[in-house]
């Protein structure tokens, strides 16, 4: 049967959506690669570890946390996007550009993951970054730690600044375009935040988020429009929910349907 490559990534909203689509290539057995950024580095570790079942342990995993599960379902900094820029900007007349730090969250991962290294977990993805000193995309190796990782794959304003790492300055690739940036084996993307809709901005701040979120999406939709990107239909407030998982489920069987036996 044909390998599935799929490109994973979104900043935090689409965790439900993304594992839903990637759940049913599992469940039918369908060898997948994965290249992720963003939230989506959270994956490989849990898909490697608990098979079909790891969406579970993923969403335990981040409510046992305490940065995660206020970053993902407590603070409500965090429920509205443009409730972060206000507060951001109130945070950035006292000099304190991020939310959170990442010497607590490496503590926390530390803890979890301990020396784990990419290799360790297998061969089916790649965690995909962005060193905005050198300009480049840069892609984590076998002997590195997946704690390195996932923390420059966090590393999006406003929640962190970029992770320094080595000789770099790391943010997601999904903090500049959505999805990975790299996609020319690609088959499918997955992403529920290319259908967010952001209301009219009222104030500076708003209008500051508002047009870096259009440029976001501008990229994401040049880069994706050849390749067929698996996201809602009709976007619900219940983006961070069972609803989201089940009917990323659907539309990931819908696709399996159309196209499995053509590529098989």
């Known amino acids: 049967m044909k390998k599935i490559n799929i490109a994973s990534g979104d900043f935090k909203y689409g965790i439900y959506w993304n594992s839903g689509v990637i759940s049913e290539f599992l469940n039918h057995d369908i060898p997948i690669f994965l290249r ?10 849990f898909i ?3 098979k079909k079942n790891f969406f579970g342990k993923n969403i335990e995993f981040i409510q046992n946390s305490k940065i995660l599960n206020r970053y993902f379902f407590k603070d409500k900094i965090y429920e509205n996007l443009y409730n972060q820029a206000i507060v951001l900007w ?3 007349r006292k000099k304190q550009f991020e939310f959170e730090s990442h010497k607590e969250l490496k503590k926390e991962l530390q803890s979890y993951f ?6 360790d977990i297998g ?3 790649e965690i995909e970054t962005y060193d905005i000193q050198k300009k480049e995309i840069y892609v984590f190796k076998p002997d590195e730690y997946l704690t390195d990782a996932i923390l420059a794959s966090f590393s999006s304003p406003p929640f962190f600044k970029y992770y320094e790492y080595e000789d770099k300055m790391l943010i997601p690739t999904a903090e500049i375009s959505i999805c990975p940036l790299k996609l020319e084996d690609i ?3 997955t992403s ?11 104030n500076g701040a708003e209008i500051l988020l508002y047009s870096f979120f259009l440029r976001k999406k501008k990229l994401f939709d040049i880069l994706t429009k050849d ?3 698996l996201t809602p239909i009709k976007l619900t407030s219940l983006s961070l929910s069972g609803a989201s998982y089940n009917n990323a489920r659907k539309t990931a069987q819908m696709w399996i349907n159309k196209n499995m036996e053509v590529l098989s």
């Open 227 to 229: 390749i067929d990107v």
């Open 48 to 50: 490697s570890k608990y």
């Open 192 to 202: 529920l935040e290319c259908s967010l809709k952001l209301p009219t901005p009222k």
């Open 123 to 125: 061969d089916f993805f």
């Open 36 to 45: 992720v950024s963003g939230i989506s580095a959270l994956l490989p570790f």
């Open 90 to 92: 109130k945070l950035n």
């Open 187 to 189: 088959n499918i993307i």
């Open 114 to 119: 301990g020396n784990t290294k990419i290799g």
